[in-house]
T-cell receptor, first 115, second 114 residues
Framework: AQSVTQLDSHVSVSEGTPVLLRCNYSSSYSPSLFWYVQHPNKGLQLLLKYTSAATLVKGINGFEAEFKKSETSFHLTKPSAHMSDAAEYFCVVTGNPSNDYKLSFGAGTTVTVRA | NAGVMQNPRHLVRRRGQEARLRCSPMKGHSHVYWYRQLPEEGLKFMVYLQKENIIDESGMPKERFSAEFPKEGPSILRIQQVVRGDSAAYFC????????????FGPGTRLLVL
């Protein structure tokens, strides 16, 4: 079975400093991996996705993530945080090949940005 | 270019009542997925539907929950005889012509059972 562990439930950063959100996954297959962001009372927005092409994936709003198979990690980074980055972030993995539509979500990391 | 639409955004029900949640997929999308987010948790898969067909309902509770995606109109998630434990955010997602495509999520319906 596929699973995702987000290592930090809360991350607090100062505006203009780097952001690091950590994600480890478990899968018997070669999964696709995603990061979604959820702003308060809003839906989930896709930040970026990895689908077995380049291991460094660039997303929207300056975010990027690196797929490391040896470490089973898919950490999300941004060089300089902005106030608008305050939100909840979910690391997501697809299911096994027969039901890869069945996304598995981590528990989420809440990001706060201090002025 | 409207995204995935869900209504209502907030729904309050008393125990024993029925809740009906609606989802209109993105234009051109024929695959719909429902997920539930309990407080302090990530989203959990409930059901995957195509027009007039339930493809995978392995995440649905065995009783009181049902889903449909008719030929015309939105997908409906129906919860009968709601209990307090049903209080959650219910998200709908859609994808285009295959289930392997990226899922795009709606804003969710927040159900509160009193």
């Amino acid at each position: 079975a596929q699973s995702v562990t987000q290592l930090d439930s809360h991350v607090s950063v100062s505006e203009g400093t780097p952001v690091l959100l950590r994600c480890n996954y478990s899968s018997s297959y070669s999964p696709s991996l995603f990061w979604y962001v959820q702003h308060p009372n809003k839906g989930l927005q896709l930040l970026l996705k990895y689908t077995s092409a380049a291991t460094l994936v660039k997303g929207i709003n300056g975010f990027e993530a690196e797929f490391k198979k040896s470490e089973t990690s898919f950490h999300l980074t941004k060089p300089s945080a902005h106030m608008s980055d305050a939100a909840e972030y979910f690391c997501v993995v697809t299911g096994n090949p027969s039901n890869d539509y069945k996304l598995s979500f981590g528990a989420g990391t809440t990001v706060t940005v201090r002025a | 270019n409207a995204g995935v639409m869900q209504n209502p955004r907030h729904l309050v029900r008393r125990r024993g009542q029925e809740a009906r949640l609606r989802c209109s997929p993105m234009k051109g999308h024929s695959h719909v997925y429902w997920y539930r987010q309990l407080p302090e948790e990530g989203l959990k898969f409930m059901v995957y539907l195509q027009k007039e067909n339930i493809i995978d309902e392995s995440g649905m509770p065995k009783e009181r929950f049902s889903a449909e995606f008719p030929k015309e109109g939105p997908s409906i998630l129906r919860i009968q005889q709601v209990v307090r434990g049903d209080s959650a955010a219910y998200f709908c997602a859609s994808s285009g012509t295959s289930a392997q495509e990226t899922q795009y999520f709606g804003p969710g319906t927040r159900l509160l059972v009193l």
